[in-house]
């Protein structure tokens, strides 16, 4: 069973703080996502990281992938409060594992 | 990108009873999956439906209490049988068209069991 550990679980922080989150597994996968979901809603995707050693960003959001295609990081800058949701990283092969996810609530 | 329509939305039902839940997309994806989530937590396989042959159920899921049907490439259903209160919970359709595609998902249905 290919797991995903993610960390933390939950983080709350105040506005115009940076912040790391991590997702770690022993598997390698062909690619890694990272999601956000809303309450009430479904996980809508925010990135996908492909190449070992990839990074890419989306705004104030810094996605990136190990060298070993293994784990992953999500990086905030100056957090603002539209921020806060449920952020999930998932592990792609012919299904998708999805880790623990992070809660995140960011204080005005 | 896809547009997957679940329904229903939530509902209640006593023990022992089953719900059939349904799935739409808007246009043709090659994979489906079914999770569940727990209000608050991550999401968990339950299956992969395969168009026109059975399911693919991940550990501590069967068929005999999740049937899942997919007679195309844009429709699937999911029957929770002979429910329990441990059954309560969000259940979720997704699907992708490609592996490192995006997986989009329904709004889930939210089920309680009482």
């Known amino acids: 069973t290919q797991l995903l550990e993610q960390s933390p679980q939950f983080l709350s922080i105040q506005e115009g703080e940076n912040l790391t989150v991590y997702c770690n597994s022993s598997?390698?996968?062909?690619?890694l996502q990272w999601y956000r979901q809303e309450p009430g809603e479904g996980p809508v995707l925010l990135v996908t990281?492909?190449?070992?050693?990839e990074v890419k960003k989306l705004k104030r959001l810094t996605f990136q992938f190990g060298d070993a295609r293994k784990d992953s990081s999500l990086h905030i800058t100056a957090a603002q409060t539209g921020d806060t949701g449920l952020y999930l990283c998932?592990?792609?092969?012919?299904?998708?594992?999805f880790g623990k996810g992070t809660r995140l609530h960011i204080l005005p | 990108s896809a547009v997957i329509s679940q329904k229903p939305s939530r509902d209640i039902c006593q023990r022992g009873t089953s719900l059939t839940i349904q799935c739409q997309v808007d246009?043709?994806?090659?994979?489906m999956f079914w999770y569940r989530q727990q209000p608050g937590q991550s999401l968990t396989l339950i299956a992969t439906?395969?168009?026109?042959?059975?399911?693919?159920?991940e550990s501590g899921f069967v068929i005999d209490k999740f049937p899942i049907s997919r007679p195309n490439l844009t429709f699937s259903t999911l029957t929770v049988s002979n429910m329990s209160p441990e059954d309560s919970s969000i259940y979720l359709c997704?699907?992708?068209?490609?592996?490192?595609?995006?997986?989009?998902f329904g709004n889930g249905t939210r089920l309680t069991v009482t």
């Open positions: 998932a592990g792609v092969y012919d299904k998708i594992i």
């Open positions: 598997s390698v996968f062909s690619s």
């Open positions: 990281v492909v190449t070992g050693g």
């Open positions: 246009s043709q994806v090659t994979m």
């Open positions: 439906a395969n168009q026109g042959s059975e399911a693919t159920y």
């Open positions: 997704s699907g992708r068209t490609s592996t490192n595609s995006p997986l989009h």
